[in-house]
């Protein structure tokens, strides 16, 4: 982008430095974190522009959460350009200044951040000269147990390439300090890894998303949020919960919109790591009424969908006549 190098780009880690609450925030990149700075700050008082060069923001997400999250952004006073990117950039004294996109309009700012991902730096680490490898992204390489090419040395975190969210790097922390020090093969969970995106509503998710779902052994359960007693209690509707499952009824991930989302996915993450079942969820008691009832409604619906169809509908049918006749006799 023109003009870049004169500018103080904020990211997510000098951003909370600020003591006062920018006019006007630009913020680059429609992802996780861009979205949560944007709309926080909305929320506080700011003019908030995000420009987004894909299509539509929170790409890894499900569609219907991205336009969940985008109306939501909206609501709350920002303005969100998709398909756009920036061209050019002035600016007077490195803080403040214009963003001139690809299309021609403007956006003026006093704070810009630039939300658009991380790049591994460990150049000065000398790796090479540790015989530790990198793969073509700059990434350590590892195997299963988080070794890397020195037998000696594992590695864990972000500089893995793995998925770099906090608790990946606590979890996989463990994993290569007990591999290297006391001798384990423990292998690091690289399938069953939760995400949260901490907007209002958050989403989350976890395991084979419902966009990749394969309909000819796969079937998507959804409950929308609008039927669930909480949430309408709470006038807090916007949201849904999607589940996959597979033909015997396993669960295999979801997607999560609403309200303390956050906490519901860790119920559906243990569904997916144990190869549980919908009978097993849908059996379980839940407390009433909760913002995690629609996945016990998923669940419920999915064995319901089960018990009306194949061997196990006719088997209900035969014992429903065999018992209307036993009982007839009495």
């Keep these: 982008m023109d003009g870049a190098d004169r500018v103080h780009f904020r ?3 000098d951003f909370w430095e600020l003591t006062e609450l920018p006019e006007r925030l630009v913020v680059l990149g429609g992802g996780a974190i861009g979205c949560v700075l944007e709309q926080a700050m909305a929320r506080l008082g700011s003019k908030v522009t995000i420009v987004h060069r894909g299509h539509r923001i929170l ?3 499900d569609e219907d959460a991205s336009r969940i999250i ?4 909206i609501r709350d006073g920002a303005t969100v350009h998709t398909g756009r990117t920036g061209a050019s950039i002035s600016s007077n004294d490195g803080q403040s200044g214009v963003l001139t996109l690809d299309d021609g ?4 700012f006093d704070v810009i951040v630039a939300a658009l991902g991380r790049e591994p730096h460990v150049d000065a680490l000398g790796l090479d000269r540790a015989g530790v490898r990198t793969d073509a992204d700059g990434y350590v390489t590892v195997d299963a147990t988080l070794r890397t090419t020195n037998p000696r040395i594992w590695a864990a975190g972000d500089i893995t390439g793995l998925p770099k969210f906090t608790h990946t790097a606590g979890v996989n922390g463990s994993v290569a300090a007990t591999n290297a020090i006391l001798g384990l093969r423990r292998k690091a969970e690289t399938r069953v890894i939760p995400r949260v995106t901490f907007t209002a509503p958050e989403v989350a998710a976890v395991g084979l998303a419902p966009s990749e779902a394969d309909e000819r052994i796969h079937r998507v359960v959804s409950w929308d949020h609008a039927h669930s007693d909480r949430a309408v209690a709470e006038a807090d509707i916007d949201g849904y919960t999607r ?5 015997r009824g396993r669960i295999l ?11 519901t996915v860790g119920e559906l993450t243990l569904a ?9 969820v849908a059996g379980a008691s839940h407390p009433y009424p909760t913002f995690n009832d629609p996945l016990w409604n998923t669940a419920v619906a999915d064995v319901r969908h089960r018990l009306g169809r194949g061997a196990i509908a006719v088997a209900i049918r035969i014992l429903r006549r065999v018992r209307t006749a036993v009982v007839g006799r009495r």
């Design 253 to 263: 991930g979801g997607t999560i919109v609403g309200p303390r989302a956050g906490e």
């Design 243 to 247: 589940i996959v499952v597979d033909r």
């Design 272 to 280: 997916v790591k144990a190869g549980l079942s919908t009978s097993t």
């Design 105 to 108: 309009s403007t956006v003026g």
């Design 59 to 61: 790409p890894k997400e």
């Design 11 to 13: 990211t997510s880690e």
């Design 70 to 73: 985008h109306d939501a952004l």
